[in-house]
């Protein structure tokens, strides 16, 4: 019986070990293997089809390797798998590297791909600053490098080729002007940021800040998170409502997820008519937007974003030109426009 | 002189009890709203999940080990629990959840003892191991997406009670937290195996040379800390309606530091869940007072911090003065 018991338990440890593998591995596994394998295929006859330059010449498919900042981060994961898709698709050799958030792991990612002959590395980093010397490097190794989400900061620039992303100042600026359309006689809104320090709360902070300077709108009260977390949003919201009560007019939750504890907190609060805005533009966003519990969701399109960054590489890796810094518009989803733009995957 | 000595040790013993009332007077001074019915609905439903999570830690803690792997349990138990409402209905789900969490539970016992981890610092990575494979599986089965409850064609309206729901002043999941308390308290003062777990945690050696199987107690500890962050990971989940893969991110700490704060001695060997209690409610009390008097989120991680450095150093203090 025991024995039993230790080999049933011995084979579930080794399914869940191998399958913990496939998914946050830092190199490529599984289905990248296989993915490979159709990419081979059909991007031969992709690349002899559109360019007569020396990578057909070559007869290789360009070898893009895609860094990924957190692969336990819903909207980086969803870039990677559609990043994946759409690689397929281009007929390019695609994979990908998880940094987990550590700038360490990043680095070695960066190292790798320089190791494995990588045409293009297309990086969104953790922490944009430390990743410098390690781009260097791949930049002398003669490896197109393009930044994804994130950028580098300006003295940096010259060390990649390109960058493609939504405007995260931007976003917060949107949702302060969705603010003050709303109410245009003035109001009080409360703010409750992201994973306080990340460089999207950062943004999305100084954008709302920026976006209500001289406005008649008052800030009651900002206050971030210790991660992304629903339950942090919603026991800030919670604290809100019994400070302020029936004061809050509306509020900026910077990201759709946390916007559905604000939700709840509200619900429970008999505090409905509150104007709630939100960036991401994840499946939820869209649904509470279509439900009416979110006045605005601030969208970023995640497929556009990996399509620019796809088509950049393959221009830059064939000598073409391309745009060096690209931002990709912000969609501004209300219950007007919603049912009209594509529903999101994630 | 004896009277003098008598007063030290009462305040020395209820230092959690005392930073507690200091922290409420400070704050409702500063911001009367504190002292409100729906401020005390708030801190009771913030109580919820953590206060689960954190009672199961302290028999493991008791027992002279400590358990890393609830991050992963609480996130893996979520989205299982979750996604299971829709295909087997809210009470298959959520008796499928705490059993997924006994399970996990037993898991990192069995593996423990299997692979004859004895030490704390042992137990430590095996059981941060059982964690990083947990929320790997969690979200592999999710995609990495977070859940919501309502994308479900089911009801869940279990969940909107444990959640959200009242009964008299106080909410559902403290009313639950009340009964599993008394249970676990009651099993583990009165019940020679909820002996045993002290028993372990004070001198393993002379358990086992009294003839007490200490193996048994390891997988018993850790089968609960398994249920009870289940029982933490639905009170989330139904707080919050959503589930996330990572959702149990940053639980262990807390749950950790709830059971040190409260005066469970780390090296294991004594302590109780009613201590426990004070240490969830100084934590949660913490962040809904920093956020009532608009401190900074970078301040509050520091006094969280400071928190857990003082009560360990107080800790040791106490032994030294006391005896």
């Known amino acids: 019986m025991k024995k039993m018991i230790a080999l049933l338990l011995a084979t579930a440890m080794v399914g869940s070990l191998a399958a913990c593998g496939s998914g946050s591995s830092d190199t490529t596994t599984e289905p990248e293997s296989s993915t490979e394998a159709s990419t081979q295929t059909d991007s031969t006859d992709a690349a002899e089809e559109t360019t007569g330059d020396d990578t057909a010449a070559s007869g290789d498919a360009i070898k893009i390797g895609w860094i990924v900042q957190d692969m336990a981060n819903e909207s980086q994961s969803y870039s990677c798998r559609i990043a994946e898709e759409q690689a397929a698709q281009l007929g390019l050799d695609f994979t990908y590297y998880d940094q987990a958030g550590d700038a360490q792991k990043a680095t070695d990612a960066i190292s790798t791909c320089i190791a494995q002959g990588m045409d293009a590395i297309i990086i969104n980093p953790a922490d944009p600053q430390a990743v410098v010397p390690a781009l260097m490097e791949a930049k002398d190794a003669g490896i197109v490098v393009g930044l994804f989400s994130s950028d580098l900061s300006e003295e940096n620039q010259q060390y990649r080729d390109f960058f493609c992303g939504t405007n995260d100042t931007m976003a917060g600026e949107e949702a302060a002007q969705a603010v003050i359309d709303a109410f245009p006689d003035g109001c009080n809104v409360v703010e409750i940021g992201g994973q306080s320090g990340h460089d999207a709360q950062v943004k999305r902070h100084d954008g709302f800040e920026k976006g209500l300077e001289g406005s008649n709108i008052t800030v009651l009260d900002s206050q971030n998170c210790d991660a992304w977390a629903t339950e942090d949003a919603m026991a800030i919201m919670e604290d809100f409502i019994v400070k302020y009560g029936d004061q809050i007019d509306a509020v900026f939750c910077h990201w759709d997820n946390g916007a559905t504890g604000v939700i709840n907190a509200l619900q429970n609060a008999n505090m409905e008519d509150v104007y709630i805005v939100a960036v991401d533009g994840c499946a939820a966003g869209y649904d509470q937007v279509k439900a009416g519990t979110q006045a605005v969701c601030i969208g970023q399109s995640f497929s556009n974003m990996v399509a620019k960054s796809l088509e950049c590489a393959q221009a830059a890796v064939n000598g073409e030109s391309y745009e060096e810094i690209n931002w990709i518009p912000l969609d501004i989803v209300t219950a007007d426009n919603v049912d009209s733009l594509p529903y999101p995957e994630w | 002189m004896e009277k003098t000595i008598n007063v030290k040790k009462i305040v020395l013993q209820n230092l959690v009890l005392l930073g507690i009332i200091v922290l409420c007077i400070v704050t409702a001074i500063v911001e009367p709203l504190f002292l409100t019915q729906d401020n005390f609905t708030n801190i009771l439903r913030q109580f919820g999940p953590l206060s689960f999570a954190a009672l199961g830690m302290t028999y493991v803690i008791i027992g002279g080990f400590i358990d890393l792997s609830v991050v992963g349990t609480i996130s893996l138990v979520g989205v299982v629990t979750l996604s299971l409402i829709d295909p087997i209905g809210q009470a298959g789900a959520l008796f499928c959840g705490l059993l997924l969490g006994t399970f996990l539970g037993f898991l990192n016992g069995v593996i423990l003892v299997k692979f004859g981890a004895m030490t704390q610092a042992e137990v430590l990575f095996i059981t941060y191991g059982m964690s990083s494979i947990f929320g790997a599986i969690a979200l592999i089965y999710t995609n990495s997406e977070t859940e919501h409850m309502s994308r479900l064609s089911n009801p869940y309206t279990i969940f909107t009670f444990i959640g959200n729901g009242k009964i008299g002043p106080f909410t559902a999941s403290i009313i639950l937290f009340v009964i599993a308390l008394i249970i676990i308290e009651w099993f583990y003062r009165k019940t020679l195996w909820g002996r045993q777990i002290a028993l372990m945690g004070g001198n393993k050696t002379a358990a086992t040379l009294c003839g007490y199987n200490m193996k048994k107690t390891l997988v018993l500890v850790y089968t609960i800390c398994g249920l009870f962050a289940a029982m933490g990971s639905i009170v989330l989940i139904s707080r919050v309606t959503t589930a996330s893969p990572v959702a149990g991110a940053g ?23 009613i201590r426990t209690v004070l240490g969830v409610l100084l934590i949660i009390l913490l962040s809904n007072c920093m956020n009532m008097l608009g401190v900074s989120t970078y301040l509050q991680t520091i006094m969280k911090g400071l928190v857990l450095v003082i009560a360990i150093w107080l800790d040791n203090r106490k032994e030294q003065q006391i005896h």
């Open chain 2, 251 to 273: 639980y262990e700490t807390d749950a950790i530091m709830s059971v040190v704060v409260g005066g469970t001695a780390l090296a294991g060997g004594t302590g109780s869940g």
